[in-house]
């Protein structure tokens, strides 16, 4: 096999091409992931969708990326992680102009699967490649764009699907991708080098059954939970023993690692890497927590305020900006003074922002009082994705690259999903509990005949929307019975954001402190690294 040189004698003379590159087919699967959530009401008309369907659009998407990027990333280790790039962004993109063609539910459903097996096959490789290509003083820029990317692509979704819609139909929102994904291959195949760590090509089929079947039943539990009532799915299949069921084949999963000794799908030695070890946990904790932050704001604009949909991603994407820019400089402050300390400035930060959102915000504060809390979350953001991969890849064997990225982000991905589920559901209690108060003090300025009837709506009020106006009142009764409703609804919504945000700061702290527990690797000689790296050499795929 022909010998391909590593990042200390370069596979390519212009690594920030091919991370661009790669990083455009990483934006688009990203993007997606969150561009479907603003055309909910365009589909259901579009395509005589129903509402759990459209749910299951978006959700199903997310279910199979997730679940995935273990196996994905070990691809990456066997088979090259140009290769299995190349293969991502096909499928992306032909699923893509699948998704624009569809014609009913089912067929945009199964269009949304592939789209997620695609962008679960190219999700790893960028990771990877960042450790094959970059030398150790270069990845913290290097990683500074993929934390750029990873914060800004959830929130320009919105965005770009407003316009989109506002413009064109919702079909192109996936049509979009195709251009994009047929020249980003085409690039690739011009411009990115070939790329593996020269291991087996033995895949651990059964691991690979046991980790994609438990990852399957603990998201799909915690995605599918609150729609099911955290109850009975259908017959004696109950949510709780679905997300069990997962649990179980998880720890199967783990024992068949250690009892496999080579090549398994996760080697067990990633976690003898201190760092790595205490990168997964803090990811796990981090995404629990942070994932609260847009996910209540967008709520909170739009059901509480009355935003519309594109003017809350106007709002949200100063932020977005903020943590573009952010990313790029933390990335710069890691390669200097380590990855460690720039994170753990960046998750106090979070923490600040999210108590300055909770000082500034009321039942009537418009986008003005979000900013300050914003900027400042946005700056933190930046200096939390870029050097938390940083830190969590810093003496990753390059033969594990793969592997290890595959871990990593799929353990950031299930504490996104946690922690959208819990606080999700911790949001909605609070709610439910403050709106019949809130309505009780509201009810005082309507006349006596319609307090009865304004206490009921209350009652059954969905867990996301004020009280309906009831049918039969006049034009005035009906205006008052709505304001008053509206009020009571944006003053519970607002109480119920303030704890989950406090619940949300409390969990970040958590990160904070446990980011002590990350060493600071020695800053090796250029001679030593280039020798310490000879054998991690990469083999061509020919």
């Not at 080579?262 to 003898?272: E, H, Q, R, Y």
């Not at 979070?350 to 700056?379: E, K, N, Q, R």
């Not at 989950?500 to 969990?507: I, K, N, S």
Request: charged fraction near 10%; include cysteine.
């Amino acid at each position: 096999m022909t010998e391909v040189k590593t990042a200390e004698a370069p596979v390519t003379q212009r690594p920030w091409l091919v991370l661009a590159i790669m990083c455009v087919g990483f934006f688009m699967a990203l993007l997606d992931g969150s561009i479907v959530n603003i055309a909910i009401p365009t589909l259901i008309d579009g395509l005589d969708a129903s509402y759990d369907q459209v749910l299951w659009i978006i959700d199903g998407y997310m279910l199979v990326f997730s679940v995935l990027l273990i196996t994905t990333g070990r691809l990456g280790d066997i088979y090259g992680y140009r290769r299995l790039f190349l293969i991502g962004i096909t499928l992306f993109t032909v699923a893509s102009a699948l998704c624009g063609l569809s014609e009913s539910p089912d067929w945009l459903l199964a269009a949304r699967v592939l789209q997620g097996l695609g962008g679960a096959l190219l999700f790893p490789q960028v990771i990877s490649s960042i450790l094959t290509i970059f030398p150790p003083q270069l990845r913290g820029r290097a990683f500074g764009l993929f934390g750029a990317i990873v914060g800004f692509a959830p929130i320009v979704g919105p965005v770009v699907g407003g316009f989109l819609l506002a413009h064109l139909s919702w079909r192109w929102i996936f049509f979009i991708n195709v251009p994009i994904g047929i020249v980003t291959a085409l690039l690739a195949v011009r411009y990115v080098p070939v790329m593996r760590p020269g291991r087996s090509n033995s895949l651990d089929l059964t691991g690979v059954a046991l980790a994609t079947a438990g990852l399957t039943g603990i998201v799909f539990g915690l995605i599918e939970g609150e729609r099911y009532d955290w109850g009975t799915i259908t017959g004696p299949i109950s949510i709780a023993s679905v997300i069990i069921a997962g649990v179980v084949l998880l720890v199967l999963f783990v024992l068949w690692q250690h009892r496999r000794k080579t090549d398994s799908l996760m080697p067990l030695a990633l976690f003898n890497a201190r760092n790595f070890s205490v990168g997964n946990g803090v990811g796990f904790i981090f995404q629990l927590g942070m994932i609260a932050i847009a996910f209540v704001l967008v709520l909170y604009l739009q059901t509480a305020r009355g935003y519309s949909a594109l003017e809350t991603a106007a709002v949200m994407l100063p932020n977005a900006i903020l943590t573009a820019v952010g990313s790029t400089y933390a990335g710069r402050l890691s390669d200097k003074f380590g990855g460690k300390y720039v994170l753990m400035a960046g998750l106090a930060m979070l923490t600040v922002g999210l108590l300055v959102l909770v000082a500034s915000t009321d039942a009537h504060s418009d986008a003005w009082s979000l900013l300050p809390g914003l900027i400042i979350i946005g700056i933190a953001s930046g200096a939390t994705f870029a050097p938390l991969q940083q830190a969590t890849m810093d003496g990753v064997n390059p033969q594990l690259a793969g592997a290890a990225s595959g871990v990593s982000n799929t353990t950031r991905q299930v504490g996104g999903v946690l922690g959208t589920a819990v606080l999700g559901a911790l949001l909605s209690a609070r709610i439910n509990a403050d709106l019949p108060e809130e309505a009780q003090e509201q009810a005082a300025q309507l006349p006596s005949e319609l307090r009865d009837q304004f206490l009921a709506a209350a009652d059954s009020a969905g867990n996301f929307s004020p009280p309906s106006v009831p049918s039969g009142l006049s034009v005035s009764e009906a205006d008052l019975f709505r304001r008053l409703g509206d009020d009571a609804f944006a003053t519970s919504f607002t109480h119920a954001m303030h704890v989950t945000f406090l619940v949300a700061a409390a969990v970040l702290i958590a990160a904070t402190v446990l980011c002590g527990l990350f060493t600071t690797p020695p800053r090796a000689e250029p001679a030593q690294e280039t020798a310490g790296e000879e054998d991690t050499r990469s083999t061509s795929e020919d």
